[in-house]
């Protein structure tokens, strides 16, 4: 038997994902997702579009995200005899920080195996501190931010619940002539740049490390400079 799903469709819903182990927890509300494809051949097209109007995540009581909005586009080769999705065109918005990435993923049985590639869609450093929570609010277009950053990534390996390993993660972030000036600050902070990379062993923990190899900023003429190495 075989049966053919023209459209899945997920309208104004809310998720919650609480993990009590690791002191976390995702809520994501006015959530809606669709996805198109012929489940009936063994190779076929997915397509999905999801939007979220209030994503937030809270690791030890710190809101990484809060009421974020996301946005995503995937255009997948899916072989579903293998159970390998291909990642063609697609994007991941947060707030206004655009993802690109490319790469592929296999689940065929509980393991997941994943070989991607991400990086930054636009080069504005103000897209950068949208994704900070106390600046992504109504008065967010008064900021007034320059300079240009990039980011990218890779996740690379196994994720394994049996054997607790996770795919190793890289992290490079980089800051070039940035600029900030908000009405509540008396002085400009100017000359940020930042150079930056994290390495996560997904099997390994204790091969972890993050290297700021600079960091520089200016305020009211005054410098301030920093390198930090954590392993």
């Given at each position: 038997m075989k049966i053919l799903l023209k459209k899945v469709e997920v309208l104004n819903s809310s998720v919650t994902y609480t993990d009590e182990t690791s002191d976390l927890k995702a809520i994501i509300?006015?959530?809606n997702f669709s996805l198109t494809g012929d489940m009936t051949a063994s190779e076929t097209d997915l397509k999905i579009k999801l939007n979220a109007g209030d994503v937030n995540f809270i690791m030890e009581d710190v809101k990484y995200l809060n009421k974020a909005k996301a946005n995503g586009e995937l255009d997948l080769l899916a072989n579903l005899d293998t159970?390998?999705?291909?990642?063609?065109?697609?994007?991941?918005?947060?707030?206004?920080?655009?993802?690109?990435?490319?790469g592929w993923i296999l689940m065929p049985e509980e393991d997941i195996t994943t070989d991607l590639l991400f990086k930054s869609d636009q080069t504005s450093f103000k897209t950068l501190l949208s994704l900070i929570?106390?600046?992504?609010?109504?008065d967010y277009k008064d900021l007034n931010a320059t300079?240009?950053?990039?980011?990218s990534g890779s996740a690379k390996g196994v994720y394994s619940d049996a054997d607790s390993t996770l795919p190793d993660i890289t992290l490079n972030l980089a800051v070039s002539n940035g600029l900030i000036s908000y009405p509540a600050l008396p002085e400009k902070i100017t000359n940020i740049n930042l150079k930056s990379d994290i390495f996560v062993d997904g099997k390994d923990m204790d091969k972890t490390f993050?290297?700021?190899?600079?960091?520089?900023?200016?305020?009211?003429?005054n410098p301030f400079d920093m390198t930090f190495a954590l392993k």
């Amino acid at each position: 038997m075989k049966i053919l799903l023209k459209k899945v469709e997920v309208l104004n819903s809310s998720v919650t994902y609480t993990d009590e182990t690791s002191d976390l927890k995702a809520i994501i509300n006015d959530l809606n997702f669709s996805l198109t494809g012929d489940m009936t051949a063994s190779e076929t097209d997915l397509k999905i579009k999801l939007n979220a109007g209030d994503v937030n995540f809270i690791m030890e009581d710190v809101k990484y995200l809060n009421k974020a909005k996301a946005n995503g586009e995937l255009d997948l080769l899916a072989n579903l005899d293998t159970w390998k999705f291909t990642f063609r065109e697609n994007y991941l918005t947060l707030n206004d920080l655009k993802i690109n990435f490319t790469g592929w993923i296999l689940m065929p049985e509980e393991d997941i195996t994943t070989d991607l590639l991400f990086k930054s869609d636009q080069t504005s450093f103000k897209t950068l501190l949208s994704l900070i929570p106390a600046v992504y609010m109504e008065d967010y277009k008064d900021l007034n931010a320059t300079g240009e950053f990039n980011l990218s990534g890779s996740a690379k390996g196994v994720y394994s619940d049996a054997d607790s390993t996770l795919p190793d993660i890289t992290l490079n972030l980089a800051v070039s002539n940035g600029l900030i000036s908000y009405p509540a600050l008396p002085e400009k902070i100017t000359n940020i740049n930042l150079k930056s990379d994290i390495f996560v062993d997904g099997k390994d923990m204790d091969k972890t490390f993050v290297n700021v190899d600079g960091f520089h900023m200016e305020l009211a003429g005054n410098p301030f400079d920093m390198t930090f190495a954590l392993k």
